[in-house]
């Protein structure tokens, strides 16, 4: 057999191995995308049947700040049906979040390094926990508050103030959104610091910067009210000086542990 011929075979033969290795990434992300799917309709089907509750558990912030004679409305000839629906796949989606993160996990992390999995973990926990906490944010602390305020609006006006559930379910997803985003903030500082983008001292200097942004991203999302904004804005820079304090440890206990090397024999 020729040298041509023997690099042929072993180019064809290299080809193949590639080819077969790229097919079992794509059937393993296959599976993983079934999984997870499945895991979050297996929790919508668990908490199906308690749809109207759930809706009427998300709905109590305005409810209980409507004045006297307002209520919610349906416009849609399904939307008494469908809305409910929506609002507990979202709710089984948030449940099932861990799952999904998992999936996504198990997929990657045969790529990469030991260290990248030391940090991915607590990474990956710490930004479902603080999403959590940005949307109990939203619901318990800024829900009551703009409800309240713009029924103060509507007073004066003599306005009956009447909400359809399909309008007031797309609000409260994008405020949950808006603060749960939010608080990933420190977790976004960290990542930019780790990764070398920026620097605790870049990070410091740029805070009138983000204090103008934080101002703008609340007047673009939340109502056109000065306190709906001071909702957002306000926790976007208590967070961003958050993460600045959590970058400026991180990069402190890097330094001790490459420091503290073994002693020279």
């Given at each position: ?16 191995e590639g ?61 008494s049906f ?140 939340t109502p ?42």
């Amino acid at each position: 057999m020729s040298t041509f011929d023997t690099r042929t075979d072993r180019d064809s033969g290299e080809a193949s191995e590639g080819d077969q290795t790229f097919v079992s990434h794509l059937a393993e992300l296959r599976d993983r995308i079934i999984r997870a799917g499945a895991s979050v309709i297996f929790a919508f089907i668990a908490l199906v049947y308690w749809s109207p509750d759930i809706f009427r558990l998300l709905a109590r912030p305005l409810m209980e700040n409507l004045p006297s004679g307002g209520k919610m409305i349906v416009t849609d000839v399904t939307g008494s049906f469908f809305v409910p629906m929506k609002v507990t796949m979202a709710v089984a989606f948030v449940v099932a979040l861990p799952v999904v993160l998992y999936q996504v996990w198990a997929f990657v992390a045969p790529g990469l390094y030991r260290n990248e999995k030391r940090l991915v973990v607590p990474l990956v926990g710490s930004s479902y926990l603080l999403f959590l906490c940005g949307m109990a944010f939203a619901y318990f602390v800024v829900f009551p508050a703009i409800f309240r305020v713009m029924a103060h609006y509507n007073a004066p006006l003599g306005a009956e103030m009447t909400t359809d559930i399909e309008n007031y379910l797309g609000f409260v997803l994008t405020m949950f959104i808006a603060f749960g985003v939010t608080f990933e903030v420190p977790i976004i500082v960290v990542l930019l610091v780790r990764m070398g983008a920026l620097t605790v001292e870049k990070l410091r200097k740029i805070r009138p910067y983000i204090a103008v942004c934080a101002f703008v991203v609340a007047a673009v999302v939340t109502p056109p009210d000065v306190f709906s904004q001071l909702m957002l804005a306000l926790p976007l820079i208590v967070l961003y000086e958050a993460g600045i304090l959590a970058a400026w440890l991180f990069v402190r206990n890097d330094a001790s542990a490459s420091d503290d090397g073994p002693p020279a024999s």
